[in-house]
């Protein structure tokens, strides 16, 4: 630890000490319960006597801002008392508030109308939250996991650890080669770039394709967190609407006469929040309007492996003969969404701008991760563990729409998820979802207000549940306590709630 002592000042340095440890306590630097350097170490590193340390660690534990143990060193109390920090110590600070870049600020918003909204945090014992949009981590296969992580440590570490291709480890990439052709998209390695989750590949496609003041065409409802990443490139949104049958295609079409979008961002699959999948004769006329416009469409990808009663019809990606869809996959949604592990497919030229963008973004993923995971998917444990999750989440789903027909009152409906994590349900006229949450979570189950999920902050009677990561035996209580809440708000309702988006998953 450094602590600058100046010697011309008469103050003696003892005191110095304590005032500069005093002083990253105060400010949270030196974090409660952290080990303080030992006295004889910090008396080599300060060119000073033990006698002189051991002072400002006695006058630390006197002011209650420490504990000492003994045989064990001094450590920074728990609740450590606040102590007033002195003109001598206080800093002048940079005022950065008018620092932040365009997109900063912009992001900075997004994030202030989340925290507006007050969205529950995810799980805890009283509240059974339907807000995560994320799989159950009890049913991750971690021991089959560490082992391929051990195997490739140990078989080829050096390189592993070592810089890698920015487009990805070679095996996973081929291996994702041949996984794709299961659902049609016929890609080669060099047309799939390895990216840290489809997150990364919003902001990759956004900085490869779009300018501060372009129009993005974007389904409605949507992933709320591929909206913020356009948005803070600077670009203006322009909802398509979701019906039954997949985003309309002759919105997109009449959209596309008026404005001219730089490319359409949807999830034609498990589509999140409604969990629907959009008809085969809507993703063929999708596709002919837009490369009649030659527009891109951005096909967010759910695993076509994980799915809750008949197979998904063909990714775009696998129908497009123009070269105009740019597809996102993951492993998020089969595997675990923290190895932040996903792909993009697209053409070579289009590739080629990506991986530069990526490159400069972080170099490459992590080859370790990306190794382990080529192995678990060649041993086929990746397809005994999709198996396995989608029969669960399978029962989860069918737990949840039986409790739904039983206990919703007249006036509430829901879609009817063919995949994905969740689904949407919406209350009766003249209900909001932001007014009935805190009624919710009084009664002990949570959700995610639909205004996040509309890009024009409408939605208002609109509700996200999401399935996967809620225990089967939860379910039925949860949807009890939510029946419960929009009745009581039925017969009092309270003021309505603000119209907000929130970032969520
Ligand atoms: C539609 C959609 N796309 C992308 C993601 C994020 O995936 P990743 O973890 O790969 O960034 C999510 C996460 O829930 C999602 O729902």
């Known amino acids: 630890m450094h602590v600058p002592l100046d010697r011309s000042r008469g103050v003696p340095l003892a005191r110095q000490i304590q005032a500069h440890l005093e002083r990253l306590i105060a400010e949270g630097r030196l974090a409660p319960g952290v080990k303080l ?10 060119g000073v006597n033990r006698a ?12 209650g801002l420490a504990r000492a143990h003994v045989g064990q060193g001094t450590f920074v109390a728990e609740r450590p008392a606040a102590p007033v920090a002195s003109g001598e110590e206080a800093r002048a600070t940079l005022d950065w508030s008018g620092l932040f870049s365009r997109s900063a600020r912009i992001v900075a918003a997004e994030e202030d109308r989340g925290r507006a909204l007050g969205v529950p945090p995810a799980g805890g014992e009283r509240v059974i939250s339907f807000a ?6 009890a049913l991750f ?5 560490r082992r391929v992580l051990n195997e490739v440590l140990r078989a080829e570490g050096e390189a592993l650890l070592q810089y890698s291709p920015v487009g990805g480890y070679p095996p996973l990439r081929r291996h994702l080669s041949g996984y794709l052709l299961r659902f049609g998209v016929e890609a080669r390695p060099e047309e799939i770039l390895i990216v840290n989750g489809s997150q990364q590949g919003f902001d990759l496609i956004a ?25 803070a490139v600077g670009a203006r949104l322009l909802p398509v609407d979701w019906d039954a049958a997949g985003p309309r295609v002759d919105g997109l079409e009449r959209l596309l006469g008026r404005q001219s979008p730089k490319l359409f961002y949807c999830q034609p699959t498990a589509h999140n929040p409604t969990g629907l999948t959009l008809r085969p004769e809507t993703a063929h006329r999708l596709l002919a309007v837009a490369a009649r416009h030659q527009v891109p469409i951005v096909e967010d990808g759910f695993d076509g492996s994980l799915f809750y009663g008949p197979r998904p019809g063909a990714p775009l990606k696998a129908l497009d003969r123009a070269g105009i869809v740019v597809y996102i996959g993951t492993f998020s949604k089969v595997l675990f969404p923290g190895l932040r592990l996903g792909w993009l497919v697209a053409a070579p030229a289009v590739i080629e701008r990506l991986q530069a963008a990526k490159q400069l973004a972080d170099l490459h993923t992590s080859a370790l991760l990306q190794a382990a995971v080529h192995r678990f998917c060649e041993r086929r444990l990746l397809d005994r563990h999709v198996a396995r999750v989608a029969a669960e989440y399978t029962r989860r789903r069918d737990l949840l729409l039986a409790a739904l027909a039983r206990r919703m009152p007249d006036g509430v409906s829901w879609t009817e998820p063919r995949g994905g994590f969740s689904l949407l349900l919406t209350l009766p006229g003249g209900m909001e979802a932001v007014g009935l949450l805190p009624r919710a979570v009084e009664r002990g189950v949570a959700f ?10 409408t939605g208002e009677r609109t509700l996200r549940l999401a399935f996967a990561a809620v225990p089967a035996g939860r379910i039925e209580e949860g949807v009890r306590r939510l029946a419960e809440a929009i009745r009581a708000t039925a017969r009092q309702p309270r003021a309505r709630g603000a119209r907000e988006l929130v970032p969520v998953v």
């Open 132 to 137: 995560g949009g994320m799989p159950d981590s």
């Open 52 to 63: 002189t340390v051991a002072v400002a660690y006695e006058e630390l534990v006197a002011a």
């Open 37 to 46: 350097p030992a006295t004889r170490e910090l008396a080599q590193t300060l």
């Open 448 to 457: 995610t207000p639909g205004p996040a999920f509309f890009v024009d902050g």
């Open 207 to 231: 900085r490869t394709l779009l300018d501060p003041g372009d129009a993005v065409a974007i389904e409605q409802p949507t992933y709320p967190r591929a909206m913020q990443v356009f948005r």
């Open 141 to 145: 296969p971690i021991d089959a996991f």
